[in-house]
C-alpha cells in the first residue's frame, strides 16, 4: 500500500539550531514528493518539491531536501532555525501524472525555544 | 492575485444534517482538489474535479460529493453527517495545463472548519 511515515511527531529544537524532519514513504514507482508547512489556522503553503533531476533540492524559506531513491526517502533540513519556522510540517507524495491526489504523512510539529 | 478562497471558514453543525462548503480556485487554475484533515491527521484527499466531472475519488463515503461549475468554483457536500466527520476542510487548485517541469502544484486555501455536535 502508498503510505508516507514521517516518524517524529513532535520536534523541539533551538532558536538557531540546525533541523531535519524525517520522510519516508511506500510507492510503487518513483513519485512525486513535496513538503508542505501548515500554520495555525492556516492552509498548506508548498516548501518545496522533488520531480526529477537533481536530488537535493531547494525551496523557500532557507529549506532543502534530498531525495534518496535506495531509502525511500525525502528528509528535509535547514542549517539555522528562526523562531517563524514553528508550524507542523507535512510530507507528500503524488503519482506522476496524477496532479490532484497527494497521499500525506501525519505531520511533525515544530517547536522552536528561544 | 487571489488565492485559494473557502467560506465558510467556521461552521457547526448537529449529527443528520447536511453541510455544502465552497471554493474559488486560484486564478488561472481550472482544477480543484478537496481533502479532510482530522485533528493531528494529515489531509486526506476525498476527490477532485475538473471540466465539471469528478476525476478521481479517495476512500470515501458516497455520503461525500461534489460540484464543479463553469467558472471553476466548487461545492464540498455531506449529506447525513456523523461526529467523525468534524474536520478542518481543505481545497485546493492546479492548472490541467502541464508546465515544462512536468507536473502542476496543487494551491491550498485555509480550510473550512467544520464542527459535528
Known amino acids: 500500500a502508498q503510505s508516507v511515515t514521517q516518524p517524529d511527531i513532535h520536534i523541539t529544537v533551538s532558536e538557531g539550531a540546525s533541523l531535519e524532519l524525517r520522510c519516508n514513504y511506500s510507492?510503487?514507482?518513483?513519485?512525486?514528493l513535496f513538503w508542505y508547512v501548515q500554520s495555525p489556522g492556516q492552509g498548506l503553503q508548498l516548501l518545496l518539491k522533488y520531480f526529477s533531476g537533481d536530488t537535493l533540492v531547494q525551496g523557500i524559506k532557507g529549506f532543502e531536501a534530498e531525495f534518496k531513491r535506495s531509502q525511500s526517502s525525502f528528509n528535509l533540513r535547514k542549517p539555522s532555525v528562526h523562531w517563524s519556522d514553528a508550524a507542523e510540517y507535512f510530507c507528500a507524495v503524488g503519482a506522476r501524472g496524477s496532479q490532484g491526489n497527494l497521499i500525506f504523512g501525519k505531520g511533525t510539529k515544530l517547536s522552536v525555544k528561544p | 492575485d487571489a488565492g485559494v478562497t473557502q467560506s465558510p471558514t467556521h461552521l457547526i453543525k448537529t449529527r443528520g444534517q447536511q453541510v455544502t462548503l465552497r471554493c474559488s480556485p486560484k486564478s488561472g487554475h481550472d482544477t480543484v482538489s478537496w481533502y479532510q484533515q482530522a485533528l493531528g491527521q494529515g489531509p486526506q484527499f476525498i476527490f477532485q474535479?475538473?471540466?465539471?466531472?469528478?476525476?478521481q475519488r479517495g476512500n470515501f463515503p458516497d455520503r461525500f460529493s461534489g460540484h464543479q461549475f463553469p467558472n471553476y468554483s466548487s461545492e464540498l457536500n455531506v449529506n447525513a453527517l456523523l461526529l467523525g466527520d468534524s474536520a478542518l476542510y481543505l481545497c485546493a487548485s492546479s492548472s490541467s495545463r502541464r508546465p515544462a517541469s512536468g507536473a502542476n502544484v496543487l494551491t491550498f486555501g485555509a480550510g473550512s472548519r467544520l464542527t459535528v455536535l
Open positions: 510507492y510503487g514507482a518513483t513519485p512525486y
Open positions: 474535479y475538473y471540466e465539471e466531472e469528478e476525476r
